[in-house]
């Protein structure tokens, strides 16, 4: 089965950390990129950040400092460990991974930061 599994969501309060975590399944190979995005509500879904198979790693700037996103290959697990968290970081947040029959989502998770 064709399948990613995203889980750390949940909720805290401003200043806070959270850390994501996306799996793909066995059956997905030859990953390229791997990244994060999220949706806040009324908003459109916007990058947070993107890292590649050679650790290239590129952030939004409403991120950059706080947010480090990483990935362990054997695991095929990309990682989104969030800092310093701000009420307006706020959304769902959903794993991109590119492999070799394209692009594929993860199904969300959401995120709450409380002021």
């Known amino acids: 089965q064709v399948q990613l599994v995203e889980s750390g969501g949940g909720l805290v309060q401003a200043g806070g950390s959270l850390r994501l975590s996306c799996a793909a399944s066995?059956?997905?190979?030859?990953?390229?990129?791997m990244g994060w995005y999220r949706q806040a509500p009324g908003k459109q879904r916007e990058l947070v950040a993107v890292i590649t198979n050679g650790g290239t790693t590129n952030y939004a700037d409403f991120v950059k400092g706080r947010f480090t996103i990483s990935r362990d290959n054997a695991k095929k697990t990309v990682y989104l460990q969030m800092n310093s968290l701000k009420p307006e970081d706020t959304a769902v947040y959903y794993c991109l991974v590119n492999w070799a029959r394209g692009d594929l989502w993860g199904q969300g998770t959401q995120v709450t930061v409380s002021s």
């Open positions: 066995r059956s997905i190979f030859s990953i390229n990129a």
